[in-house]
């Protein structure tokens, strides 16, 4: 392994690595080994992270870059690399803030945008049902459970965390159930 | 303004520890549209939509502007700060003492029924917004339309969404 990254070559890199990440976690992870693996991480690790981010809340992708950064020089590189990788899509927003607060105290913005509120909504959607795709697979019954999470949350609102508690206990109890009984 | 400030920075730090498995467009849209005032519709699916635009993570654009709308410049750095800080700081300190607990398949079955919890929650979400609309039959067709070509990620979701901004304002 090649002697650790200056801080300055961390902030340029992922600021590159951040005004590139499009598309989902997928890209970010590219770039990261296209630039860093080899030299300064390895294959695996960066695999284990990726493994742990998607068991944690938030975006994989700024977990990765906060373990990735954390992997090469501690707490300090791991705020640094976060900080800059967010930063290009935040500029960008804020500007966008800028603008979009202007606009909308002359004009009422909603006329113009039920189209895109509506694409908006089938995009939600359809994310909904991919990650519940992913996770249910053949285990067709589950989607029963999926339909009664959009029918409580209407009344519980923020409460809805009770859901994410009961559901991850349910994964819990079942899982041990289904092994003790040799399905695993 | 502090309290503002201090409201907003409080409800992304929650946002934050508790979007799981991709939920958090389900938690800007129940804690920023419905629970307080912050954005309404029209302001979520722009910010969403701009969010997926840029690069990086799509709902933190909303944390950036939710912050910028109660609290000016300082607001948008520290909501967005804020809404990074504890999942990091988390995956930090588990991937480093935690190893042994992120391999068991304890930790794969409760991510499958939060998994579960989490479909649901934003399937909910986008009926809501999908409410929030005039009812008329052009938007539920543009809505599943998205909702179909975007399930089978064939079409880019930016260019679906342009599309149906686009198709908002002829329909109009």
């Given at each position: 392994?090649?002697?650790?990254?200056?801080?300055?070559?961390?902030?340029?890199?992922?600021?590159?690595?951040?005004?590139?990440?499009?598309?989902?976690?997928?890209?970010?992870?590219?770039?990261?080994?296209?630039?860093?693996?080899?030299?300064?991480?390895?294959?695996?690790?960066?695999?284990?992270?990726?493994?742990?981010?998607?068991?944690?809340?938030?975006?994989?992708?700024?977990?990765?870059?906060?373990?990735?950064?954390?992997?090469?020089?501690?707490?300090?590189?791991?705020?640094?690399?976060?900080?800059?990788?967010?930063?290009?899509?935040?500029?960008?927003?804020?500007?966008?803030?800028?603008?979009?607060?202007?606009?909308?105290?002359?004009?009422?913005?909603?006329?113009?945008?039920?189209?895109?509120?509506?694409?908006?909504?089938?995009?939600?959607?359809?994310?909904?049902?991919?990650?519940?795709?992913?996770?249910?697979q053949h285990h067709?019954?589950?989607?029963?459970?999926?339909?009664?999470?959009?029918?409580?949350?209407?009344?519980?609102?923020?409460?809805?965390?009770?859901?994410?508690?009961?559901?991850?206990?349910?994964g819990?109890f079942l899982g041990k159930q289904l092994r003790k009984s040799g399905h695993a | 303004?502090?309290?503002?400030?201090?409201?907003?920075?409080?409800?992304?730090?929650?946002?934050?520890?508790?979007?799981?498995?991709?939920?958090?467009?389900?938690?800007?849209?129940?804690?920023?549209?419905?629970?307080?005032?912050?954005?309404?519709?029209?302001?979520?699916?722009?910010?969403?939509?701009?969010?997926?635009?840029?690069?990086?993570?799509?709902?933190?654009?909303?944390?950036?502007?939710?912050?910028?709308?109660?609290?000016?410049?300082?607001?948008?750095?520290?909501?967005?700060?804020?809404?990074?800080?504890?999942?990091?700081?988390?995956?930090?300190?588990?991937?480093?003492?935690?190893?042994?607990?992120?391999?068991?398949e304890?930790?794969?079955h409760?991510?499958l029924?939060?998994?579960?919890?989490?479909?649901?929650?934003?399937?909910?979400?986008?009926?809501?917004?999908?409410?929030?609309?005039?009812?008329?039959?052009?938007?539920?067709?543009?809505?599943?339309?998205?909702?179909?070509?975007?399930?089978?990620?064939?079409?880019?979701?930016?260019?679906?969404?342009?599309?149906?901004?686009?198709?908002?304002?002829?329909?109009?």
């Amino acid at each position: 392994m090649k002697r650790p990254l200056s801080y300055r070559q961390l902030i340029l890199l992922f600021f590159k690595i951040g005004s590139q990440a499009f598309g989902g976690w997928s890209s970010t992870v590219f770039l990261i080994e296209n630039t860093l693996v080899a030299q300064f991480l390895s294959k695996r690790d960066l695999k284990n992270l990726v493994a742990t981010s998607q068991v944690m809340p938030g975006p994989n992708q700024v977990l990765i870059v906060a373990q990735v950064g954390y992997r090469l020089r501690g707490k300090k590189a791991a705020s640094l690399a976060v900080a800059s990788y967010i930063l290009p899509s935040m500029i960008l927003t804020i500007l966008f803030s800028i603008v979009y607060f202007r606009v909308s105290q002359y004009t009422n913005l909603s006329s113009y945008t039920n189209g895109l509120r509506a694409g908006v909504s089938g995009v939600i959607v359809a994310n909904g049902y991919r990650i519940g795709k992913s996770y249910i697979q053949h285990h067709y019954w589950l989607w029963l459970l999926v339909a009664v999470a959009v029918i409580l949350q209407w009344w519980l609102g923020p409460g809805v965390v009770i859901i994410l508690l009961v559901y991850g206990l349910g994964g819990l109890f079942l899982g041990k159930q289904l092994r003790k009984s040799g399905h695993a | 303004m502090l309290e503002r400030l201090l409201s907003v920075m409080f409800s992304m730090f929650f946002i934050s520890a508790v979007a799981f498995n991709g939920s958090g467009q389900f938690w800007f849209y129940e804690l920023g549209v419905v629970r307080t005032h912050w954005l309404n519709p029209t302001d979520f699916s722009s910010f969403l939509a701009f969010g997926f635009a840029t690069p990086g993570p799509q709902v933190y654009g909303l944390a950036t502007f939710i912050g910028y709308h109660e609290a000016g410049v300082a607001g948008a750095l520290l909501a967005t700060i804020a809404i990074c800080t504890i999942p990091c700081s988390l995956a930090i300190v588990v991937s480093r003492y935690f190893q042994k607990w992120l391999q068991s398949e304890s930790i794969d079955h409760f991510i499958l029924g939060v998994g579960v919890a989490a479909a649901g929650l934003l399937v909910a979400a986008g009926f809501k917004l999908l409410r929030s609309q005039p009812t008329s039959i052009y938007y539920l067709v543009i809505a599943l339309g998205a909702c179909v070509l975007n399930s089978k990620r064939r079409v880019k979701t930016i260019w679906i969404i342009i599309v149906s901004g686009l198709l908002g304002v002829l329909i109009r």
